[in-house]
């Protein structure tokens, strides 16, 4: 048997599992809660409820933030012991970093500890120019020696970064070559290999993170794969990458950089997907999981991208403050995150005043209605409070109200002098103004109008706040897709495959031949090719674009512009990139191109969408219970969703529950069924 794709999410709190049939066009979902201390667990459990017997699967796309934390340690494994190899008189770059402070008067700010210690930097001599000439031969004793000494205090990781590697990697691979031959089986990353451009900070940093996630990334990997094998699993297993597409396991266990945030982006991939279906041309993306709330912004079916991430960087008020992590050169869907999840604790401060999070109550113990002996409030205790959840949620977790009440009378209630309701309601409204900002940043702060756009709300407690975040935006609809609480496994299913290739040309345009860039881009155009047939992608579903990095000279950042066919014309939609982002152009200015880029993208066969419910007909409640809205308590009709007719109109105030998510329609609004099964909800 064959023939099923499986996109597996693993998040904070729950592990999301959707199975598409190709035989049958079926979709169909499982979520289990995440073990954290061992997700393969969790994995393997979703996976046996979802399909059964995995010898069915052929492809599984695997989707996990695990990576960065277990990098940090939070899933009780520590980073792995790193040295770092570089010029003689460079070891402290990586400490130097940038002068981004991310307190600007703040007198007492320290920097991220760095991932390798000053005594694991070592300096050797041999040094490469600025135009790939050699001016002093590598000492490769010099390396062997360090290399001896490390390997000898248990070091077993090793990153090499030289300075203008990017031109001429010849050095790197040298003392790459040189560790090897003393220190057998050791884990050796160059910069040249993961970072092939130019700033010697950041590939020097995007080559540590890359060395130092590589063997706990290749473990965990490993396990997964072991435990399917054992299964009769014998298909294909894909990864997401933080830039929104798939990539074989091969590729993630050589650059694990490239899907640290892969768990979010999926979710943004699969708005994007929906969007363009329903030719919505701005689209945001609103995630509202377990554990964070999560915004994206989509333009022309497309995600917003930015080429540096700073990994275990400080997120203050949904914004990643800049120079308060480890920076990463690869391309990530631009997301705003909040802690602000179903799990998220509220709490008192000394002073009296309401907050929620960081802390989250987690998938173990979870939520005080969880009965699992979690005994603090959180925002899911809140909405069971007010009327807003059912009592029973995904799997079969039964809540208990009692248990809500008691955590939010003890540790908010009689804090602050209220009532329980008016304490859940101050929460939840809390908690609406934390994820509102979050839209505000992907919108607002990016010179974008949020009433232009339409809100994709799912994750299992999305649905539930959307609408009165909506209405705080000004946004006139908001659209509930099918299985919202696994919506981010379902864009694993819609991912395409991607990659992208590139190289330092650091040429002044004036000096650059047309055949001399075509050359480059043919030779990356061939790696492109050979990636993606090694993944099976037939050549008639590969399409390449081409782009370049360039800048006036003098400059030190770059503008990425589509390559036009020539170096000419690339010039002038550079001058008129510039013009549109910055407010002027100087054509009179010499400009450099800095890197060639090829993007590859191998096209996947993406899921039906479509109702399951009938159509035609009127939608029938299965009961109605009093939920507390803005105005006070109102007695809401309680629907299934499977229930409501396609292009059937219900009125609010009414409250739509699915074996995933419960979607909240307010008095002041109505919602329908749209072919392909979204819930869309509007003011009526």
Known sequence: ?????????????????????????????????TTPRRPVRGVMRAVEEGVGDPSRVSILVHATTLGTNMFFGQAGIEPPKAALVTNRGFEDVIEIGRQNRPSLYDPFFERPRPLIPRDRRYGVGGRILADGRELEPLDTREVEEVARRA?????????????????????????????????????????????????????????????VLKPILSTYLAELKAELEARGFKGRILVMQSNGGVAGIEEALERPTAFIESGPSAGAVAVAYLSKLMGVERALGFDMGGTTAKASSIIGGEPEVVDVYEVGGRIHRGRLVRGSGYPVRFPYIDLAEVSAGGGTIAWVDPGGGLRIGPMSAGADPGPACYGRGGEEPTITDANLVLGRLPETLAGGLRLDRSLAVKAIREKVADPLGVDVVEAAWAIVRLADTVMGRALRLVTVERGYDPREFTLYAFGGAGPLHAVELASELGVGEVVVPPLPGVFSALGLLVSDYKHEFHKAVVRRASTLSDDELEGVFRELEGRALETLRGEGVPEDRITLRRFVDAKYWGQAYTLRVPYTGSVASTVKAFHELHEAR??????????????????????????????ESRRGGEARPRGFREVFFEGGWERAAVYWRSDIPVGSEIPGPAVVEEPDSTALIPPTHCARVHENGSLVIRRC
């Open 582 to 611: 910055y407010g002027f152009k100087s054509p009179e200015e010499e400009v450099e191109i800095v890197v060639a880029r090829v993007e590859a993208v191998g096209l996947t066969v993406k899921p039906p969408l479509r109702a």
């Open 151 to 211: 390997c000898s205090e248990g070091v077993r990781v090793f990153v090499v970064s030289f300075l203008h590697s990017y031109r001429n990697p010849g050095h790197e691979k040298a003392a790459a070559e040189a560790i090897r031959r003393v220190c057998p089986g050791a884990v050796v990353v160059t910069g040249s290999d993961v970072d092939p451009q130019p700033m010697e900070y950041e590939r020097t940093s995007t080559a540590i993170v890359n060395a």
């Open 1 to 33: 048997m064959g023939g099923l794709r499986v996109g597996v999410d693993v998040g904070g709190t729950f592990t999301d599992l959707v199975v598409f049939d190709e035989s049958q066009g079926a979709l169909w979902m499982v979520k289990v809660p």
